[in-house]
């Protein structure tokens, strides 16, 4: 059985030693020594990472904040952990919804808090969180026959369905397609049932067109759309990252 992956992230070694031998009797941890040289690592592998703990300290807090905000983009699922915390009620207000923990918790106590927020969240929803905003070519087909196939872009993609801008031709909620999906040289194929459509200003953030969730995605082309979410996390987030520590 494949072990839960997490990312530990800190430079000190004697919080190294406390830490990073206890987490690997329990986990996958991979170790970085700062968050910039990490930031990379977690976008490409951020469907398998579940947590990843960090020390936060008067010098690093606003790295560290702006290093959790951008792991929420790319995922929210991947569960903050801030240890050795000595402004717990302070850090309760800026990391909503992390796992925190005083220097006097033990980390057995650490541990069990993560396996028991594992347990709680499945496969499916992290794929499902895991979406990004990138125009891609599709060409819709239809199950009945006497409609022609369209082109239109699809505005945003997760692991399990797209939204699809498009003024007219919108099919109607249930409706089975097949969509056609252009990423770099890759043609990606797959059966899409629509879940919503936004055919009358419903979402006015949104242009008009319609969701729809992939059906029984196979594992290569699961793979496809994972790598075509991780480019453009790659590309937007480093790019951002690198504006706000080097500028």
Known sequence: MERIKGVL?????????????????????????????????????????????????????????FFADK???????????????????????????????????????????????????????????SRVNWPLHVIISYKDKSKNSIDRNILSISGNGAYISSDTSIPDKGDML????????????????VVWVNDDNKKPDLPKGFAVQFIDIGPASQKIIDQIIRDKLLQEILIEYKEENFS
Request: proline share 3%.
């Open 71 to 129: 792991i929420k983009e790319i995922n929210p699922q991947i569960k903050l952990v801030i240890i050795e915390s000595e402004n717990g009620a302070d850090d309760e207000k800026k990391y909503d919804n992390a796992l925190i923990f005083p220097k006097q918790i033990d980390i057995s106590h650490i541990v069990s808090s993560i396996k028991q927020y594992i347990e709680n969240i499945g496969e499916g929803k992290r794929r499902q969180y």
């Open 178 to 193: 097949g969509l056609t999906i252009s990423f770099k040289d890759f043609k990606l194929f797959t059966e899409a049932k």
């Open 9 to 65: 992230i800190e430079n000190e070694p004697s919080i190294l030693t406390k830490y990073k031998n206890p987490l690997r009797e329990s986990f996958d941890i991979t170790v970085f020594n700062d968050t910039n040289s990490s930031l990379a690592y977690i976008i490409e592998n951020n469907l398998s990472i579940y947590f990843y703990v960090v020390r936060t300290t008067k010098n690093n807090e606003d790295s560290v904040k």
